[in-house]
C-alpha cells in the first residue's frame, strides 16, 4: 500500500498542518518507507512462531538476572509527611478542586 501525494494533502489538512511543497514529499517518502517495512515484515513466515508476552522471555539468562521485588529502605511515612500542611491517616489532605 503507497500513498500519494494527495494522500499526504489530506492527512495534512486532517491534522491541521500546513506543508510545503518539500516537505509533503518528504513526508511521502518517510511514510511510504515505513509501509514498505512493514509489508517486508509481513511477509516473513512466521506459522510455527510462538507469540512472546515480552521479548525478553526468549532469553533466560536475561530474566535469571532480575531482581527480586523487595522492600529495601524502612517506612519513612511519617518523616516525609511532617512538611506536608494537612495529612489524615496516613494521607496528603488537599483542597477539593472539583465539585
Same mark, same amino acid.
Given at each position: 500500500?503507497? !500513498?500519494?501525494?494527495?494522500?499526504?494533502?489530506?492527512i495534512?489538512?486532517?491534522?491541521?498542518l &500546513? !506543508?510545503?511543497?518539500?516537505?509533503q514529499?518528504?513526508m !511521502?517518502?518517510?511514510?511510504?518507507?515505513f509501509?514498505d517495512?512493514? &509489508?517486508r515484515?509481513?511477509?516473513?513466515?512466521? +506459522?510455527?512462531?510462538?507469540?512472546?508476552?515480552?521479548?525478553?522471555?526468549a532469553?533466560? &539468562?536475561? +530474566?535469571l538476572? !532480575?531482581?527480586?521485588d523487595?522492600? +529495601?529502605?524502612?517506612?519513612?511515612?511519617?518523616?516525609?509527611?511532617?512538611?506536608?500542611?494537612?495529612v489524615?491517616?496516613?494521607?496528603?489532605?488537599?483542597?477539593?478542586?472539583?465539585?
Amino acid at each position: 500500500m503507497a !500513498l500519494t501525494p494527495e494522500d499526504i494533502g489530506r492527512i495534512a489538512h486532517l491534522a491541521r498542518l &500546513e !506543508l510545503d511543497p518539500d516537505a509533503q514529499a518528504r513526508m !511521502l517518502a518517510q511514510i511510504n518507507g515505513f509501509f514498505d517495512i512493514v &509489508e517486508r515484515m509481513r511477509a516473513v513466515d512466521t +506459522s510455527g512462531v510462538e507469540p512472546l508476552a515480552h521479548p525478553l522471555d526468549a532469553l533466560e &539468562e536475561v +530474566s535469571l538476572r !532480575l531482581r527480586e521485588d523487595v522492600v +529495601s529502605e524502612s517506612d519513612q511515612r511519617e518523616a516525609n509527611q511532617r512538611s506536608a500542611p494537612a495529612v489524615e491517616r496516613g494521607l496528603f489532605l488537599v483542597p477539593k478542586v472539583i465539585e
